[in-house]
């Protein structure tokens, strides 16, 4: 109990400390470094292109099912997103897609 | 004045109200699937709030508390909020009193409706920035109480169903990648992740590709400079 108390409180904490360490450092009445600026404005885009490859960090390409359910329900996210960017149909029918792939298909 | 700002924030933010559900109704069924009631989903919720550390840190829950090991993960997971926060440095200048709430609650999806978000004429900024962040908060919240109550009543086999964060991602990059004109980032984003991992095994990659991505980053503002 109190061991889970103090990890959700870590966890929490450090978490803001992610969100707020910009602010600190690069306060709101004195001008942003322009390399600060070039970083702000092109590392999203390479960060959620790693987050992605972390989330298929334990695929095992050389084993059974070699990954095929990963790449057949994320090939369906990015079809059905870009034709309807509808959030509920990309994450809820790719999931759906996925759970059956793995639950009834590839087992 | 508030009220105009609830109004032009709540259909922006219905997209994520969807995705948000959908998340957080899965976060809250792998919370209850370990034995945590509804009481803890709205704490972790409401104090946490950020999608894939939580589910991370479902996995945390169940071993005894190591405070390195708890820093440490949660910094590799959420290193990339330090480049939301750059990024976020101008529009949150004039928040005020709401500024520290703005920070907070800087999920991927909330800076990502931000990005592009403005407010109509004749509506206050902070309060349309804050309407959009609250509501955010409140879906996530709203999600993993639904998830995790009726993950109890009703036992289904809930494996695969942490594939809602991956899909998630998958869409924040579509919609990334068709909203710019400059692919690389992205490109190297998946490329020099997907090197680190095979070069650097599991537990090392993420620190590994930060500075990597970095360093090529930066290289690549020199030569655009130069």
Known sequence: MISVILTILTVAAVTFLTRLLPFLLFPANKETPAFVSYAGRVLPYAIIGMLIVYCFKDIRFYAWPFGIPELLASAFVVLIHKWKHNLLFSIGGGTLLYMILVQAVFV | ?226
């Open chain 2, 1 to 226: 004045m508030i009220k105009k700002a609830f109004r032009a924030a709540f259909p922006l933010t219905l997209p994520v109200f969807m995705g948000y559900l959908f998340l957080g109704i899965a976060f809250g069924v792998l919370l209850s699937s370990e034995g945590f009631h509804v009481g803890w989903a709205i704490f972790m919720s409401v104090i946490i709030y950020a999608g894939s550390m939580q589910f991370v840190a479902i996995e945390l829950l169940t071993l005894p508390f190591n405070f390195l090991s708890t820093l440490l993960i949660t910094l590799m997971v959420n290193a990339r909020h330090l480049f939301y926060g750059l990024s976020m440095l101008d529009k949150f200048k004039d928040s005020g009193k709401l500024k520290p709430y703005m920070i907070f609650s800087l999920t991927d999806e909330t800076f990502s409706l931000l990005c592009s978000a403005n407010p109509p004429d004749g509506v206050s900024k902070k309060w349309f920035f804050f309407f959009i962040a609250v509501l955010n908060h409140f879906y996530w919240i709203l999600g993993g109480v639904i998830g995790n109550a009726a993950g109890n009543l009703i036992p289904f086999n809930s494996k695969g169903i942490d594939f809602a964060m991956t899909a998630l991602f998958i869409v924040i990059f579509v919609d990334q990648w068709e909203n710019s004109n400059n692919h690389l980032p992205a490109v190297l984003g998946i490329v020099i992740t997907a090197a680190c991992r095979l070069l650097f095994g599991t537990s090392w990659f993420i620190p590994a590709a930060m500075l990597c991505l970095l360093f090529s980053l930066t290289m690549l503002r020199r030569r655009e400079s130069a």
